[in-house]
């Protein structure tokens, strides 16, 4: 029998993640894999944060949050979380700026 003596490209040689696999077989979106956060806003009043493992920061002009691979700071006033479940927040107040860091 002859064998497949074919050599990888390096972008065959890369690795998936469980995740990634699992994502790519089920055709899914990859913002919506594990491991990465979905944000959305409503104007400049609400955001919500879908993959959100945990606050950070909590104060009046300032909440950051940790989301997948990232931290997100919102700031602005009269800043506070509404809800916060099943790794879902709601954050409300006049949102100034987002920012993202990983």
């Known amino acids: 029998m002859a064998r497949n003596t074919r050599r990888k490209s390096s972008k065959e040689k890369r690795t998936y993640s469980l995740a990634e696999r699992i994502g790519n077989e089920l055709e899914l979106p990859a913002e919506g894999l594990p491991g ?35 931290a997100v700071r919102f700031s602005g006033s009269n800043m506070c979380v509404s809800f916060f479940r099943d790794g879902e927040a709601v954050i409300c107040g006049e949102i100034v700026s987002v920012d993202f860091t990983s």
């Open 36 to 70: 990465n956060a979905q944000i959305e806003l409503c104007g400049n009043k609400k955001a919500i944060v879908s993959g959100c493992r945990g606050v950070l920061e909590y104060d009046e002009r300032t909440i950051c949050v940790s989301a997948g691979k990232l």
